[in-house]
């Protein structure tokens, strides 16, 4: 109520919003990312050379995407115990993962001990640790098939929509701004996993927030569909995962969306000097 107008970032926010506060003015102003720099290089030789680094001489392998923070809920050590089982149902050398991440980040688990103790030491899973510009991260993205994300909870998710708008599908839980990314009510943009279980979680300065936790059989079922559609079915669901993003998060509507909202607020309560509705004085009690 202290504010002249909220922007929020997902469509269940603003529901929120609206509905304790509906005298304050609201308006949705999802993420964006630069479409012109995230875009599909998939032919291109920065993007040719690390797929070709990744899968070696097997050129039928399938490259699974990780790019997160190795913390608590991004759930990085469940992926790589699920995605062990995945290969050893499908075969070791059908497919791996590459995670983009700190193995040894101290909130998260130690990742290298993991695959250690998996066996997993025949690059299964390869990590991505060095900080790399946005156009060289597009470049990756391009060069594997799929980006995973199965948090168990996440306000927006900006790695699957960096994925997207490269033409790569996503296989993501369903859980934040993550289901606004996987579909748009109609179609389906990769793979959205539904909880198996919400638990509720919180602290002292936080009462509750939701964890949703997907099952390792619903992962896997997900794994299996993505394996099974053949390149074509994979690249239908890349490009329209790419027009779903210039849709719903380009960059020149989000751009614009900013400049409108400027210009409506300065309008409608003046500039700082001069702002409607606002006292530039107190009252203090002397003793």
């Known amino acids: 109520m202290s504010n002249d107008m909220v922007c929020i970032i997902r469509r269940k926010k603003q529901d929120i919003v609206q509905t304790v506060a509906p005298e304050v003015d609201s308006v949705r102003v999802p993420h964006s990312v630069d479409t012109n720099i995230f875009k599909n290089k998939s032919n291109e030789p920065e993007s040719l050379q690390f797929k070709n680094t990744i899968i070696k001489d097997n050129s039928d392998k399938v490259i ?3 790019n997160n923070r190795n913390a608590r809920r991004k759930q990085s050590g469940t992926l790589i115990w699920w995605f062990k089982e995945f290969l050893d149902e499908i075969g070791h050398d059908k ?15 130690n990742l290298f001990s993991i695959i250690e103790e998996l066996g997993l030491s025949e690059n299964q899973v390869l990590f991505s640790t060095d900080k790399i510009h946005p156009e060289k991260l597009a470049s990756l993205y391009s060069a594997v098939d799929c980006t995973i994300n199965i948090s168990d909870a996440e306000g927006f998710g900006l790695a699957t929509l960096e994925s997207l708008a490269c033409e790569t599908p996503v296989i993501v839980s369903m859980t934040g701004g993550l289901q606004e990314q996987v ?12 909880p198996a279980s919400k638990s509720i979680i919180g602290s002292q300065d ?3 927030i939701y964890e949703d936790r997907i099952s390792k059989e619903d992962f896997l079922n997900c794994m299996r569909k993505f394996m099974s559609l053949k390149v074509e079915e994979r690249n239908q669901l890349g490009a329209l995962g790419r027009q779903h993003v210039l849709n719903e998060y380009g960059f020149n509507k989000y751009e614009e969306s900013w400049v409108n909202i400027m210009d409506n607020l300065l309008e409608k309560h003046g500039s700082w000097s001069a702002r409607k509705n606002y006292k530039p004085w107190n009252f203090e009690e002397i003793v």
């Open 183 to 194: 579909t748009d009510g109609e179609k389906w943009f990769g793979f959205g996993i539904e």
């Open 206 to 208: 936080v009462p509750y």
């Open 64 to 66: 699974f995407f990780w």
């Open 95 to 109: 497919a791996c993962l590459v995670m983009h991440t700190e193995p040894r980040d101290p909130h998260g688990q």
